[in-house]
RNA sequence: UCCCCAGUAGCUCAGUUGGCAGAGCAGAUGGCUGUUAACCAUCGGGUCCGCGGUUCGAGUCCGUGCUGGGGAGCCA
């Protein structure tokens, strides 16, 4: 007996196979009576009959409770009145085990109680779709990266010293006579990387101990961190879009079922080709201006203002050229106006935010000694860091793709937290 | 850290002017020969978030604490 996959069950029509898998509901009328199986690639509706179904199986059925493991064994029989086209006609069931009562019905819940029950929420429909889109974003990035010559080189998430100020950083003891804290981004190692490679990136988490209670924010979040030798800031620019047009047509060449189930609008989606926006800080001001939000020259947008200028473009939107003091001390500055930096960030469409930040990095070494000590960082920390601009220094440049958010705009999610398995916010570490 | 909202059955919620604690779903029992979140009937199920106060009487009003949600600040 073939043990089969819902989604396989197309090509056994009139052939008796076994399905295992998790009874999402059950129904009856009379003397028939119905299981919804889901087994992780689908769902599809077994049909119990008196008769043709053994006795064991007729009594089974009603002792079993939504969520119970089933190995349900018949034959697949094309049906229009079975959702999904199949159905299998049940000769026998046997239960690995019979759920307990369970806590999450198929009616609507509150954010907190799924929650609290993410490691079960995890089975529905909406979890399903939304966490392959995410599985398709990461592995169309890391293709995308690989077909160009990339090397996957990835950072470590024990660091010694802060890439920025301590405050958001997470401290933990280093066998009681240091102190270690979770790593913010790979990105300076990235940069050791790409003098020694050329081309890497690296795909892991990453953690913020930012109070933040947003929808945009998670304490610890996946990025994407490409970096490249002998590359300026428009080489990256070109590349961030690239990017984000390659993981977009792998999700829509992909994952039309789970857009679909989302109720994504995907012609929002296909717009999403090139050329995108791009504009310069100060062209960004003057959209905030022309909406009535003046800001003044030097300060850094908030999320309203955000919200603003990705809602002018139906594409995401590049904008470049910051003010340089509100960029972090790596940033290389514009040597045709210092006052800005090299810099990069994008802007996803429909109020997303930023899903990528970026830019040329300072590539002197007495620049940059400059800066960290303006940066009130420890010199001693970023000696290793010095040493990449005493040995061969190059311009490069890289850039930071936030997962989260990629696949939250992606889907249409109201809150990022669904777009990770077990996210962690500054009030959850449960589950 | 600040602002706003909420906390009543396992879940989602209603509860009028302060006067006997309610519904739908989930669960149990029974009915129905093709159901689509089936339907119909019956039943069980309560620390009304905690503490204190006002009152003859508090789920309801006041104070306070806790928890959750939304937002702000913050966010290379």
Redesign the pocket.
């Known amino acids: 007996m073939a043990i089969v996959k819902i989604d396989a069950v197309g090509g056994y029509e009139g052939q008796s196979v076994t399905i295992c898998g998790w009874l999402t ?1 059950k ?6 009576r ?1 299981l ?1 199986l889901r087994d992780g690639t689908g769902t599809i ?1 077994a ?1 119990l ?2 008769g043709e179904t053994n006795e064991h199986a007729l009594d089974l059925y ?2 079993l ?2 969520e119970s493991s089933l190995a349900v064994t018949g034959t697949v ?1 094309r ?1 229009k ?3 999904g086209g199949y ?1 299998i ?1 049940v000769s026998d069931v046997e239960a690995f085990q019979v759920a307990d ?3 999450i ?9 799924l ?1 609290d029950h993410r490691h079960l929420w995890l089975r529905s429909s909406r979890q399903w779709a939304i966490l392959h889109v995410r599985h398709t974003v990461i592995n169309a990035a890391r293709r995308f990266f690989d077909d160009q010559g990339f090397t996957l080189l990835d950072a470590p998430i024990l660091t010694g010293a802060s ?2 100020g301590t ?2 950083l997470f401290e933990t003891d280093y066998f009681g006579d240091r102190k270690a804290y979770l790593s ?2 790979g ?1 300076l190692y990235m940069e050791a990387g790409a003098m020694a490679f050329g081309k890497v990136y690296c795909c892991g988490p ?1 953690f ?1 101990a ?8 998670l304490t610890e979040f996946w ?1 994407i961190e490409p970096e490249v030798a002998f590359a300026d800031l428009e080489t990256i620019m070109k590349l961030a879009e690239a990017l984000i047009v390659a993981i977009v047509e792998e999700v829509l060449k992909t994952r039309q079922q789970e857009l679909h189930l989302l109720e994504r609008d995907i012609t929002r989606i296909e717009k999403i080709r090139p050329p995108f926006y791009v504009i310069s800080y100060d062209e960004a001001l003057q959209i905030l201006k022309d909406a009535g939000e003046s800001l003044p020259w030097g300060e ?5 203002q ?1 919200t603003i200028v990705s809602n002018h473009f139906d594409k995401p939107v590049l904008i470049h050229r910051y003010p340089a003091q ?3 001390f790596y ?1 290389k500055n514009d040597p045709d106006r210092s006052e800005v930096a090299l ?1 990069l960030d994008v802007l996803a469409p429909e109020g997303y935010g930023e899903i990528i ?2 830019g040329q990095r300072e590539d002197d070494t007495a620049i940059l000694k400059e800066k960290i000590e303006e940066a009130e960082l420890l010199a001693e920390d970023f000696k290793w860091y010095l040493d990449l601009r005493r040995y061969g220094s190059v311009p490069h440049a890289g850039f ?1 793709l936030g997962i989260e958010r990629t696949v939250a705009w992606l889907c249409g999610l ?2 990022v ?1 669904e777009s990770i398995p077990f996210p962690r ?4 570490l449960y589950p």
């Not at 916010?425 to 959850?428: P, Q, S």
Request: proline letters at 4%.
């Open positions: 509901h129904r009856s009328s009379g003397r028939i119905f919804m509706q049909t009959i008196k009603s002792e409770l939504q029989r049906d009145r079975a959702p159905e006609l009562t369970y806590p019905a198929p009616k609507e819940h509150g954010v907190g109680f929650m890439c920025e405050t958001t913010q981004s990105q990453t913020r930012e109070k933040s209670k947003t929808r945009r924010h990025m850094d947008f908030g999320g309203s955000e509100i960029k972090a940033m810099c930040g970026g930071g109201e809150h937290r916010l500054m009030d959850r």
